[in-house]
């Protein structure tokens, strides 16, 4: 392992040699390009991503390492609590710890974007966006105080050169989808930091998700510092959601005693695993879920579940999580089973993925209702196997931010790519991210790849896991392989620096 990485990192060392001393020159758009100095500049780099997060954890050698590498920026996935309270105001030494990560940036030569990851309210459904609860859209005080945290921003790091750029915001997405709001929101913050600071880029994107489709003329904005990002993911992951049985099938409402609900299910070729939702959308009232099985068309018991010790590897759907609970002192042939209560939209309880082949299937399950409207019922989603993507199928995909560009002559920049180690055997991984990087080059994008650290375990998209206890896996070696050749094409950017 280590003749593979050294082979890899000479390159990045005599970059670093030739580059020392010098901290990065201002970015700023000129003609249509991210210039330093007078020269056109490529960002190619890494996210920094669950920076306080999940207890990720990132020090100033992360930062010497990714320089070493020849990686030239960082994308700092923030949350609003990196800057300020709970409730919105200051916090000095969180603050200082942005500060910080700057410092590093400026003595190993890389550049820093700025991303507010997490709004105040959440600007879309995960979980970890303030619970999910997706208010921003709709609230104007919310919107308000991100123009306020933004504008303090813009003021700490006006004059701060390595400070590449102000990320407005991480994956807006509206519910219901209204593109309009991200669009006005985007120029409501913009004015906001112009204000304070003129002339940094300051990064924007479309709704759902900051998809590739999202790079569409709505969002273009008049002011010539503007970079344009979206995020790619397709093929990431091992296993494709193919869809949903049962969503349009028989329900329950009202109020009744344990009642017995079966759901056939006819598994189609291209699906090998299932997850069991138990759902009540928009219910008022309460319903309750217990012993669970699965058998197939000779009435063999393929799985079973009941709930009288917890609800083991079931959980909530989707925010808000308080829509779901452990109910320990109610169950169908014993205590305990999962409620769903005050649910708005769909919502309900998600298992596990299980294993399954091509057949008729029977789904069945205990449901207790009181006073529950909306529709209660029993589904499932269907998993097919993730697919490796050729270049024509990616270029697709790539079409519409590439047309976007030519179109306005404008920067565009891929702010998180990745696939897992886990969407295919062998290299697949590497092979798919040199694929991705190499599409990339070729339309002109800047990029930084998601992600450095996770605490998700080894078989996802870091390149350095980290585990539980705080301690490292080892580094990911196909996939820094890739990165460092596609970093090293920093080596023909000397622009970066100031002239000594």
């Known amino acids: 392992m280590m003749r593979v990485l050294k082979s890899a990192l000479l390159p990045a060392a005599l970059f670093l040699a030739f580059c020392c001393g010098a901290e990065p020159a201002p970015l700023k758009v000129s003609d249509g390009k991210l210039t330093a100095a007078g020269r056109e500049i490529r960002l190619r780099g890494i996210n920094w991503g669950w920076w306080h997060l999940e207890g990720t954890v990132y020090t100033e050698e992360h930062m010497r390492k990714q320089a ?189 005693e344990w009642t017995e609900f079966k759901l056939p299910l006819e598994i189609p070729e291209g699906i090998r695993r299932i997850s069991l939702l138990l759902r009540s959308a928009d219910n008022s009232g309460s319903a309750w879920f217990d012993d669970i099985t699965l058998t197939d068309e000779t009435g063999k018991n393929i799985h079973g579940i009941s709930f009288d010790g917890g609800p083991g590897a079931f959980k909530v759907e989707r925010s808000p999580e308080a829509c779901g609970a452990y109910d320990a002192g109610i169950g169908y042939a014993a205590p305990g089973s999962l409620r769903v209560s005050g649910s708005t939209g769909y919502n309900g309880w998600i298992g596990p993925k299980w294993d399954i082949v091509p057949g008729t299937y029977i789904l069945s399950g205990r449901i207790r209702l009181e006073n529950a409207t909306g529709r209660t019922y029993l589904a499932a989603a269907l ?12 270029r697709r995909k790539l079409a519409v931010p590439a047309a976007f560009a ?34 990339f080059e070729e339309y002109g994008f800047h990029w930084t790849y998601w992600n450095y650290r996770e605490t998700t375990g080894p078989d996802t998209m870091a390149l350095l896991a980290q585990k539980p206890d705080g301690s490292d896996y080892p580094v990911n070696v196909p996939l820094l392989k890739v990165l460092t050749e596609g970093w090293m094409r920093n080596h023909s950017d000397r622009n970066i620096h100031k002239e000594k």
Not at 383 to 394: C, H, Q, R, V, Y
Request: charged share 30%; glycine share 8%; aromatic share 10%.
């Open 68 to 256: 070493e590498w020849g990686a030239n920026v960082v994308r700092l996935a923030m949350t609003y609590t990196d800057i300020a309270n709970k409730d919105g105001s200051w916090n000095a030494e969180r603050f200082a710890e942005v500060d910080e990560v700057v410092r590093w940036a400026k003595r190993h030569e890389q550049y820093v974007i700025l991303d507010m990851h997490v709004a105040k309210g959440g600007q879309n459904n995960a979980h970890y966006t303030d619970g999910g609860r997706n208010l921003l859209w709709q609230d104007v005080k919310l919107q308000e105080l991100l123009c306020r945290q933004w504008a303090e921003l813009a003021r700490r790091y006006r004059a701060e050169p390595a400070v590449a750029a102000y990320e407005i915001l991480n994956e807006p997405g509206t519910e219901p989808r209204d593109p309009s709001l991200v669009v006005a929101l985007n120029r409501k913050v913009i004015r906001a930091i112009r204000q304070v600071d003129p002339e940094k880029i300051i990064v924007v994107s479309g709704d759902d998700w900051s998809n590739a489709r999202s790079v569409v003329d709505e969002i273009r904005v008049d002011d010539p510092n503007i970079l344009y990002t979206f995020h790619f993911y397709e093929g990431a992951f091992a296993d494709s959601w193919l869809g949903n049985a049962g969503e349009n099938g028989d329900f329950l409402s009202g109020s009744r």
């Open 383 to 394: 998993f097919g196997p993730g697919s490796t993507k050729n270049d024509d199928e990616l």
């Open 406 to 439: 030519r179109k306005h002559g404008v920067p565009v920049w891929v702010g998180e790519f990745a696939v897992t180690r886990d969407s295919g055997s062998g290299d697949h991984q590497a092979r798919a991210t040199e694929q991705r990087i190499r599409l």
